[in-house]
């Protein structure tokens, strides 16, 4: 099965909830997080295990 890469912007409540739902879906490979709050991109980035961390949304999608 082919996994949906995905990358969250935003890692406030509703964001955490997205992420914590994701990581439970096999078929969803969590690749990396995006928060203009520094400290709330980089907590989600290490809860959740996730390299990719990102200080503006724009940067993430501007990534492969």
Do not use: F, K
Not at 1 to 15: A, P, S
Not at 22 to 51: F, K, P, R, W
């Amino acid at each position: 099965m082919r996994r949906v890469r995905l990358g969250v912007i935003g890692c406030g409540v509703i964001g955490r909830i997205h992420l914590s739902m994701a990581v439970q879906m096999e078929h969803i490979q969590l690749m990396a997080v995006a928060d203009t709050n520094y400290e709330a991109a980089s907590a989600a980035g290490e809860i959740y295990g996730v390299q990719a961390v990102y200080y503006n949304g724009h940067d993430l999608i501007d990534e492969e």
